[in-house]
């Protein structure tokens, strides 16, 4: 069993409880405009020219995107941060592109940690069939649930694909009772609209658990990798939020019960 990851980032404190290794694996089946990591949208390992410039020269290296993994390979890196993750209550976090399209790769990798008694996380967009869902919800601890639109036209005009799959799929989750955050990419001109906000606040409103929120403004930082890898970047025009509309939006949310937390 092999899978294509694109990076392992050590000593993450971003993508859940403690101290973790996030795994990034290629892959994606939306096509987010705002999306940062544009280079896991294929499941193709590429490579491009990295330009560095040191004292005014400038000098050219080949770059690989994607590299091949057994999930002996991956466990043996796991094993490396394991002290890390019993003093933190930490763990191992699977994020993309969307990781559940390497379904097989993941439902092996997911067990083997939890017979080591490693915490499992998933960053997920949720859009999988529910049978892989229910599946995969029994090797893993958290799921941090992407929630884009509720409007099933504008998430089908900004990430390519429908939602109703997705919405499906974490009411399947909150049914099971498994740990789940809610992460909301807000955007602004996009999804930050009262509108989409109250749509989103009666859907989780009627789910059986009340999850946390959090709340990641959209920020310009992945913009030069599109330019690098020849993507086509659709947020030339969209200003990233200010900091007092954010507050507003969280506020909005909290008076209507949620826990809120803010991401970066």
């Not at 599946?135 to 504008?154: C, G, I, P």
């Not at 025009?237 to 949620?258: K, M, Q, W, Y």
């Amino acid at each position: 069993m092999r899978g294509i990851v694109f990076d392992i980032k050590h000593f993450a404190i971003h993508d859940g409880p403690g101290i973790r290794q996030t795994i990034f694996l290629k892959g994606c089946p939306l096509s987010c405009w705002w999306c940062h990591n544009p280079e896991s949208r294929s499941l193709d390992i590429f490579s491009y020219l990295k330009k560095e410039t040191i004292d005014g020269v400038s000098s050219f290296s080949e770059s690989i995107i994607g590299k091949e993994y057994s999930v002996e390979e991956i466990m043996l890196e796991i094993n490396k941060d394991v002290i890390f993750f019993e003093e933190s209550s930490g763990g191992v976090t699977l994020s993309g592109g969307e990781p559940l399209l390497q379904f097989d790769f993941v439902l092996e990798l997911l067990s083997s940690c939890q017979k080591l008694d490693i915490h499992t996380c998933v960053d997920t967009t949720g859009n999988i069939s529910s049978d892989k869902i229910v599946r995969v919800a029994s090797f893993t601890d958290l799921f941090l649930y992407d929630l884009k639109h509720l409007d099933n036209n504008q998430h089908i005009k900004h990430t390519g694909v429908s939602n109703k799959q997705i919405l499906n799929n974490l009411k399947i989750l909150d049914e099971l009772g498994k740990d789940i955050q809610i992460r909301f990419p807000l955007i602004p001109t996009i999804n930050d609209d009262e509108s989409n906000i109250y749509l989103m606040m009666d859907f989780l409103s009627k789910l059986k658990y009340k999850y946390q929120i959090e709340i990641l403004p959209y920020h310009k930082i992945g913009k030069h990798k599109y330019e690098r890898f020849g993507y086509t970047y659709k947020m030339n025009n969209i200003s990233e939020p200010d900091t007092e509309h954010v507050l507003v939006i969280a506020n909005i949310f909290r008076n209507a019960g949620f826990e809120v937390v803010m991401g970066g």
